[in-house]
């Protein structure tokens, strides 16, 4: 008891003299001791880590990740508390390491924006409290924080509609994610607003990264060689909306001279393209460092220990970021070139 009193510096109802305190902290010096973090950890319940669970396929930067982490370690280092990520392959297939990687090692955990399946919930453990980002469907038990992605998609059509811009190109997400869908049904109801037809024709399936964006438009160009090019284009994140001005620029297409682009999130590839990105804010260092704030907040109430979580989901704010890739339409009409 005198050691460890002297060791952690804590107070007891037993007294230790000066003497036996500096004797103890010498011998100490003398052996080269340290504390034990996790036997410390397993006598007060607590590893004071928290887990980030995220996919991480190996390829293209992913930039929305990258926002996200440092909001979650920004708060998490306000609150004395360490961070361990774990890298998934595929959520489908991974879903059920979740167990594994909740054994004691971490507190809590956050999900980012993933896509687990409701059959596949049935696998999350009821022992570790979890928090989500952008989760593709409603997990039992599960905290969700998110953004109003439909609201920032209609804006942003609605700011290329006041630009002059009427035959507007919808670059998609990946089909089946909440996400991409929300962000395509305020392309649909822009449109449908100011009056303006939805085209088939001017919906490009594609997904979140730099290679399926500039893969989409340059097939879509491919097969419209000699017809009008879009006045724009808004495609569903950033990422999508670089692969996107590539594709243009292969053809001989100049943004925004001969057509406009607009992306969503602002990530640090937004702000650093050439020309600058507009896009739609999304507060993602600010969502990760709730997501952190909302994990203690769950943790203390399953200890016991007070405090109520807020109810799910939690919906952030969006903002319209208009840079230098939108302009007015060009006055002379521009059409496809043919294939290089």
């Known amino acids: 008891m005198a050691a460890s009193t002297a060791?952690?510096?804590?107070?007891?109802?037993?007294?230790?003299s000066k003497e036996t305190r500096e004797r103890i902290l010498k011998a100490a010096a003398r052996l080269a001791y340290r504390p034990n973090a996790t036997a410390r950890a397993l006598a007060n319940r607590r590893m004071r880590t928290l887990g980030l669970a995220a996919v991480i396929d190996g390829g293209e930067l992913n930039n929305y990740f990258l926002e996200v982490f440092n909001g979650v370690l920004e708060a998490a280092t306000r609150h004395e508390q360490n961070t361990t990520v774990f890298a998934l392959h595929d959520w489908g297939a991974d879903t059920a390491r979740?167990?594994?990687l909740c054994d004691g090692r971490i507190d809590g955990l956050i999900l980012l924006a993933p896509?687990?399946?409701r059959p596949m919930t049935r696998l999350l453990p009821a022992h570790t409290p979890f928090v989500s980002l952008h989760?593709?469907?409603?997990l039992p038990g599960v905290i969700n924080i998110e953004s109003d992605e439909e609201k920032g998609a209609?804006?942003?059509?609605?700011?290329?509609?006041?630009?002059?811009h009427r035959r507007i190109m919808h670059v998609a997400g990946p089909t089946r994610q909440l996400g991409a869908e929300r962000r395509f049904r305020g392309y649909r109801r822009a449109l449908a607003a100011a009056r303006l037809p939805y085209e088939r024709d001017l919906?490009?399936?594609a997904g979140y990264t730099v290679a399926e964006g500039r893969a989409g438009v340059r097939d879509w160009l491919r097969g419209h060689a000699g017809r009008p090019v879009p006045d724009a284009i808004f495609c569903a994140n950033d990422g999508c909306a670089i692969g996107c001005i590539q594709a243009l620029a292969e053809a001989g297409l100049r943004v925004p001279d001969d057509i406009s682009v607009a992306g969503f999130d602002d990530t640090l590839a937004a702000r650093t393209t050439v020309p600058q990105l507009t896009t739609?804010?999304?507060?993602?260092?600010?969502?990760?460092?709730r997501a952190v704030e909302v994990l203690l907040a769950r943790i203390a109430q399953l200890e016991g220990a007070g405090g109520k979580a807020p109810d799910s989901p939690i919906v952030f704010p969006v903002a319209l970021v208009d840079r230098a890739s939108v302009s007015a339409p060009p006055r002379v009409l521009r059409l496809v070139p043919a294939s290089r």
């Open 7 to 16: 060791l952690n510096g804590s107070r007891t109802s037993s007294r230790i």
């Open 98 to 100: 979740l167990h594994g």
């Open 115 to 117: 896509t687990i399946s």
């Open 135 to 138: 989760a593709n469907i409603a």
């Open 154 to 164: 209609r804006e942003m059509v609605r700011h290329l509609v006041r630009c002059g």
């Open 203 to 205: 919906l490009v399936k």
């Open 280 to 289: 739609v804010r999304q507060p993602l260092r600010e969502m990760g460092a």
